[in-house]
């Protein structure tokens, strides 16, 4: 049936009427509209009144919002209506970095319940307690988008779980462009604290992020037995674990199809660490390709994962490349070749078991048939003291991947030397 073409008129225009731009000033007022001319006064009256389509904008200036009411671990500003997959709601800094939310460690930044389609972009959030913005327990949200934030000075107390991003029970979500840094516990950096901290992620992705000064990058603690985060073009530095899948408790569903690729990592401690041997089942399927694993003692360590693919990474400064540990599951590698290692090569295989410690390139591939066409020597970076791990053009890692392109981070070539360099926001 054809509609008549005013009635079509009509309907889109009803469907757009409620798609609003929403303004909040520190010259505001609670009582106003919040129109360009007459803004709201607090970030939290502003999303209060938005509805799906609507952007919040957020104009320079310092907002202290604690919002101190419920839970203290709920204390921040309230996100509790969703946008929808086609008309997200949008909260946004009107000038990227100005509109600063500090919270003198008293709450959290944006404090997420069970909402899908939101985005919060362009904020510095700072000083807050539990995370800058803290995704609720056990309340699915879908869709969330954290992007081009700067988030700092993060702590909460003694044995509780923080994080810059606090991911829960979401799906289909991206934190993307972020610089994330200063995570700690009870004023310390510790294990519990990380960049990107989360619980049951699923099908969600963590890209173009630079985090620096926690105990983890990203700590993925406890999967949900779907198809997990895929961790892609990420800078990771200052930390003692780079990325690392836990659990939260014995027994809890193991990760499933996790992807790394792409990332630069340097971590004190471990690069990329698996270490869920007391999941239900083993964990299934870990790819970790074109990354830059750097000064760690280990470069990929895991225990009760099967199906471990490790391609096109180089290895620059590391004790261990390659670690797999007996515990409840085996951990079984099913791919490794064409990775470059530099200095000296080193290998592990089913430590606290029949350990097979491997100390050369050729010892490493006599034994297990992996690595055939592996590389030893320097990548020849172009400024790794200054970390910039772009490849010069004589690099023996050029045009030397399994797909033809360059190992290393930067598969296509490139030219940037500290990822990410976050858009700047604009109001259309």
């Keep these: 049936m054809r509609i008549p073409r005013i009635l079509l008129f009509f309907l889109l225009f009803v469907g757009a009427a409620h798609a609003a731009d929403i303004y909040v000033s520190p010259s505001g007022s609670d009582s106003n509209a919040g129109s360009s001319s007459a803004p709201k006064k607090t970030i939290q009256a502003g999303v209060n009144l938005a509805k799906p389509g609507d952007r919040v904008i957020v104009r320079a200036g310092t907002y202290k919002e604690p919002n101190r009411t419920g839970s203290e671990s709920y204390y921040g500003i309230h996100i509790e209506r969703s946008g929808t997959q086609s008309a997200p709601i949008t909260i946004m800094s009107e000038t990227k970095g100005a509109a600063i939310i500090d919270q003198d460690l008293q709450a959290a930044g944006f404090v997420l319940w069970t909402v899908s389609d939101v985005k919060i972009t362009g904020f510095t959030i700072r000083d807050c307690k539990w995370g800058g913005v803290y995704m609720t327990h056990h309340q699915t949200k879908q869709r969330i988008v954290v992007d081009n934030n700067t988030i700092t000075n993060c702590d909460g107390d003694e044995g509780s779980n923080v994080g810059g991003v606090y991911m829960s029970s979401c799906t289909g979500c991206t934190i993307s462009n972020n610089t994330i840094s200063d995570i700690k516990v009870g004023g310390r950096q510790y294990q519990n604290g990380a960049g990107i901290h989360g619980y049951d992620q699923e099908r969600s992705i963590i890209e173009g992020n630079t985090i620096s000064k926690a105990s983890n990058g990203i700590y993925h603690k406890k999967s949900s037995g779907e198809k997990g985060l895929i961790i892609r073009r990420n800078v990771i530095r200052d930390v003692t674990q780079g990325i690392w899948y836990s659990i939260s408790a014995a ?76 515990g409840e599951w085996r951990s079984e590698l099913v791919k490794e070749d064409h990775n470059l290692f530099y200095p000296e090569v080193s290998f592990r295989l089913q430590q606290y078991a029949s350990e097979q410690r491997l100390s050369s390139l050729s010892s490493w591939k006599s034994y297990t048939g992996f690595g055939q066409s592996d590389l030893t020597g320097d990548p020849q970076f172009v400024a790794p003291s200054s970390f910039d791990f772009t490849l010069k053009s004589s690099s023996p890692a050029k045009n030397a991947g399994s797909d033809g392109r360059d190992i290393g981070a930067y598969p296509g070539g490139g030219t940037s030397v500290v990822r990410p360099m976050p858009p700047v926001i604009s109001v259309q």
């Design 251 to 326: 027994g809890n569903p193991p990760h499933i199809d996790q992807e790394v690729y792409e990332n630069v990592i340097s971590a004190s401690d471990n690069c990329i660490r698996g270490s869920s041997n007391e999941t239900s089942s083993p964990s299934r399927g870990l790819t970790v390709r074109n990354n830059v694993l750097t000064n760690c003692w280990a470069g990929v360590i895991t225990s009760g994962f099967e199906n471990i693919v490790v391609q096109n990474n180089i290895f620059y400064n590391v004790d261990d490349a390659i670690v797999t540990q007996y």
